[in-house]
C-alpha cells in the first residue's frame, strides 16, 4: 500500500515536470518518437477499420443485388404460371368443346332426316351412332360413366333418389339408374340417381 502511494507520488511529480514524459511506459522513449509510433499505429487501426467498412458494404451491396433478382425472378414466375393456368383453363374448355361440334353436327343431320324420312329404323340407327359418337368424345376426354347398376350401392359414386322393396336377396343394392353418373379421371364428375333396393 505504502508502495502504491510512493509511486502515484512519484508519476504525478513527472507529469507536472514533463506531461508527455509521464505517459510513456517505463523505459520508452519520450517525446517525437512516441508520437510517431502513435500516429503509424492510429493510421494502420484507421485503415483496418476501412478495409473492414469496404468489405461490408461490398457484402451488403452483392447480397441486396442478389434479393433483388431473387424477387424479379419470382415475380416472373408467379405471373407466367398464373398466365399459363388461365390458358389451360381457357384452352381445356375450347377442347372439349371442338370434341362435341361434330356430334353437334350429326345431331343437325338427324333432324333433317327425321324431317324428310319415315323409315323408323334407320332414324333409330342414325341416332344410336351418334350417341356412340358422343360417348366416345367423352371417353376421349377422360369422362367415363360410373357403372353402378346390380351393384351394392356406395354412396362414393352414387345419390339414392328412392327405395323400392326388392326382396332380400337384393337388399341394398342398386336396382335401377334415373340418372347416369361420370366420372372425370378419378374424381366423380357427377353422381349417379339411382334407386335402392330395401
Known sequence: MKKEKAYNEQVNEA?????????APHGAP????????????????????????EAVA???????????????????YRKRTLREKMELVETGGRDVLLAMLPVRDDVERALDAMAKSD????????VRLIA???????????VV??????????????????????????????IDVVQTG???????????KVVVGE
Do not use: C
Open 132 to 142: 356412340q359418337k358422343f360417348t366416345e368424345a367423352l371417353r376421349q376426354r377422360g
Open 119 to 126: 323409315d323408323i329404323e334407320a332414324l333409330r340407327e342414325g
Open 58 to 76: 461490398t457484402a451488403v451491396a452483392e447480397w441486396r443485388d442478389k434479393f433483388v433478382r431473387l424477387q424479379a425472378e419470382f415475380d416472373n
Open 182 to 192: 361420370y366420372r372425370l379421371g378419378d374424381k366423380v364428375l357427377r353422381y349417379a
Open 15 to 23: 507529469r507536472e515536470a514533463d506531461p508527455a514524459a509521464a505517459d
Open 30 to 53: 519520450a517525446g517525437d518518437t512516441m508520437a510517431e509510433e502513435a500516429a503509424d499505429a492510429s493510421d494502420t487501426m484507421a485503415d483496418e477499420a476501412l478495409s473492414v467498412e
Open 145 to 174: 360413366e360410373i357403372e353402378v347398376k346390380d351393384r351394392p350401392f356406395d354412396a362414393e359414386e352414387a345419390e339414392a333418389v328412392a327405395r323400392f322393396a326388392a326382396g332380400e336377396e337384393r337388399r341394398g343394392r342398386v
